[in-house]
């Protein structure tokens, strides 16, 4: 346990430095605020973070409290001197301290204030060394609690809200919507609902170099411009998180409790099942967990063949294709399919193994209708212990199937008037929300339904301006119950 106290205290005293630093510089540039006790307010603002980040489970295990006692018994020798685990867990030092995070603190307005103000980096230097302390608090036991990691995602957001509009956030000057490093599938988006392209060819990353890993920030940052799939992107989130204290605690040496990677993906198709397995491929490969990050998509007939033998091939030939990366398997409950004679269950059968035999090397990702995936872990023993984890992709709503469709018009030029947006808005109020219902993909196809519509009415007309040619109006839309059927396609 030596180890953990010693790196707490370490990313305590780097924050008490470099944010003391920072304070002060907000001081001399701004004498109305008090600097008389500049380390001893940075002291007492790690100490609340440090202990709001203990206390959101209630837990008050002896490694954090150690943590505690061991990183600020100096700086707070007469709270912390003498003290021992069992004098923190009997006081109320800890107690109600997780409200801190409700919100962010006025040393960080204070902060932000100023970078606006003066042009200076200062909340920059915040961010980092909380979030680095904040992970390193959870990285005290060697199960962290989904609650600490939740914290952890609650001070990012609130961080990042602070920040937002500052040159030297954390998001500042990233690539819009840029592709995932390494990624094979050629999905648009959850926000365009375009379909998936199969791969069955050899990866370029097998032979070319690989570009460097983009940064978890800007990962993160993308997955939440995603339309829609709030709890989808918490749950994401909360598994980069745990990567990222596991991350912590391998580089110390220190044991982790050990966590199948592999996930279930359940819902319905057009809801961005593809997309978000690109994000994760890349976040794994941030965290090295992968080595490439690279995302190959399957399905059944990818991985099963009609003659004896060469099903167990297929499925070798597609995983060395994803080993370095992540393997999408789309209906997967498909391969638990079939009579006696069907060679799903052999496909199954190698998938487990390859599995267990690559797990340092490939991450899963099971997906298809919430129902029939059942199915899928049924048909193995070993799948209920390497899938453990699912996450549910909820159908759009009419409003966020509406944000899809305006989005994938803006990025192709086109703008669609009042008349329009109540024409859509109706159109998907109609189409029924049965299995099957396309989602994202359903709004893509409205789009170019509309666009098609809009190009013959526009050939009409002898000299169109500018505005003709990029506006749609409610005759571009099709009537409700018309138009493009949704698509059953994952």
């Known amino acids: 346990m030596i180890n953990e106290p010693k790196q707490m205290q370490r990313a305590v005293e780097n924050f008490v430095a470099e944010v003391s630093v920072a304070m002060s510089d907000v001081v001399h540039r701004l004498p109305a605020v008090d600097g008389r006790k500049v380390e001893q307010d940075v002291t007492t603002e790690a100490f609340n973070l440090v202990t709001a980040l203990i206390d ?13 006692i061991f990183s600020f018994w100096k700086l707070m020798p007469n709270e912390l001197g003498q003290a021992k685990a069992d004098d923190l ?33 200062h909340s920059r230097t915040y961010y980092d060394r909380s979030i680095y302390l904040a992970f390193t608090v959870a990285a005290l036991d060697a199960s962290p609690s989904r609650g600490e990691l939740a914290a952890i995602d609650t001070l990012r957001t609130n961080l990042l809200a602070a920040m937002d509009g500052l040159p030297t956030s ?12 390494g990624s094979t599938a050629t999905t648009e ?29 800007e990962l993160l940052a993308e997955l939440d411009e995603l339309v829609g799939l709030d709890s989808v992107k918490t749950e994401v989130r909360l598994v980069t998180n745990l990567l990222r204290v596991q991350q912590l605690r391998a580089e110390r040496d220190l044991p982790t409790s050990p966590q199948s990677r592999h996930l279930v993906f359940a819902g319905n198709p057009g809801t961005g099942k593809t997309t978000v397995a690109r994000l994760l491929a890349a976040i794994y490969r941030s965290l090295g967990v992968v080595e490439k990050g690279q995302l190959v998509e399957t399905d059944r007939s990818g991985l099963v063949s009609g003659f004896v033998g060469q099903t167990a091939l297929k499925v070798m030939e597609v995983a060395d294709k994803a080993t370095g ?13 079939g009579g006696e004679n069907d060679f799903g ?38 799948l209920a212990s390497r899938f453990p984890k699912s996450i549910f992709f909820p159908d759009y709503s009419d409003d966020e199937l509406w944000s899809i469709f305006s989005g994938i018009g803006e990025k192709a030029g086109y703008r669609p008037d009042e008349e329009a947006e109540a024409a859509v808005r109706a159109w998907f109020a109609a189409v029924p929300r049965d299995k099957g219902f396309g989602n994202g993909r359903l709004a893509r196809n409205l789009f170019e339904d509309a666009v098609a519509r809009q190009a013959g009415r526009v050939v ?9 040619l990029t506006t749609l109006t409610a005759a571009d839309i099709a009537k409700p119950g018309e138009g493009p059927r949704h698509s059953n396609t994952a």
């Not at 959101?56 to 505690?68: F, I, N, S």
């Open 345 to 382: 269950r052999e496909a199954i059968d190698t998938l487990v193994k390859v599995i267990e035999d690559r797990r340092d090397e490939l991450v899963v990702i099971a997906a298809g209708y919430p129902v029939e995936m059942a199915d899928f872990i049924a048909a193995n023993p070993g």
């Open 56 to 68: 959101v489970d209630r837990r008050h295990t002896d490694a954090e409290l150690w943590g505690v």
């Open 170 to 181: 954390p998001l500042a000057g990233r690539t819009e919507g840029s592709a995932a490093p």
């Open 189 to 217: 988006g959850a926000t365009d609902g375009a379909s998936a392209t199969k791969t069955d060819t050899k990866t370029k990353t097998e032979e070319e170099e690989l570009p460097p890993a983009r940064p978890i920030e």
């Open 325 to 337: 990366g992540v393997l999408l398997i789309d209906e997967a409950y498909a391969l638990a399919r």
């Open 460 to 468: 009409a007309i002898e000299e169109p301006t500018d505005d003709d």
């Open 89 to 121: 867990r009997q006081s109320d030092l800890l107690v109600g301290r997780s409200v801190w995070l409700d919100k962010v603190s006025p040393m960080m307005e204070i902060l932000v204030s100023a970078d606006r103000r003066f042009g200076t980096n």
